[in-house]
């Protein structure tokens, strides 16, 4: 539950969500980031749950139209603010996710060294 606080504490000071309605719909981006993006034994908890991953439509690249017009009609369009939200909150969770994988490769125990033989085959030309 902590890396959860942290990847919304992130996500929220990057994305800066305005109304009660904003942080819901960024507690939303925040739990896909993690069911997409988290990996136990190659799956992503959506994976496992749904048998695949949920794929977003391409309007929602930053020079992508809207279907019917542009993104100067729909200002102020709910869509548009997820969209603004979804990249702040998978990116939280990606330098979170490394900073984990980094701490326990360096607290993993050391290997013990063994001796290995160096035996060199005389190949003929």
Known sequence: MEAWK???EKAFSESQPRTKE???ELVDQVNQAGSAMARKHGYSPMQ???GC???FPGITG???AYAPGTRQYHAGDE???ASAMRPAARKAFVELDEGEKVRRAVQHRKR???YFEVVLLETSA
């Open 112 to 114: 013990e060294k063994d």
């Open 48 to 50: 496992h749950v749904f």
């Open 53 to 55: 991953e949920l794929k």
């Open 6 to 8: 942290q990847v919304f």
């Open 79 to 81: 869509c548009a603010r």
């Open 22 to 24: 904003e942080v819901d």
């Open 62 to 64: 930053e020079d992508a």
